[in-house]
């Protein structure tokens, strides 16, 4: 089964397909169907990730609140039907 992601961005709710051999993460994919460049994110979740020691929840609030600032929102994944 495929898998999709869902999210509203810029007051649009927007629907793409999702791979895991093509994306690191669903923030990786909505990005990348928005043309916008992670360079700052992927920097700043390297350092959170060395200082947190793998800490799920303190890189998923990260995560979560870095989209938001960039005008994400409702975002969810899940399986295709079919």
Do not use: W
């Amino acid at each position: 089964m495929a898998f999709r992601i869902r999210y509203h961005y810029r007051k649009q709710q927007k629907e793409i397909g999702f791979a895991n051999d093509k994306h690191h993460s669903l923030y990786d994919a909505i990005a990348t169907a928005e043309g916008l460049d992670l360079s700052d994110f992927h920097r700043m979740e390297a350092q959170l990730a060395n200082v947190s020691r793998n800490d799920r929840k303190t890189m998923k609030d990260f995560q979560e609140e870095y989209f938001r600032k960039l005008g994400f929102s409702q975002i969810s994944i899940f399986r295709e039907e079919g």
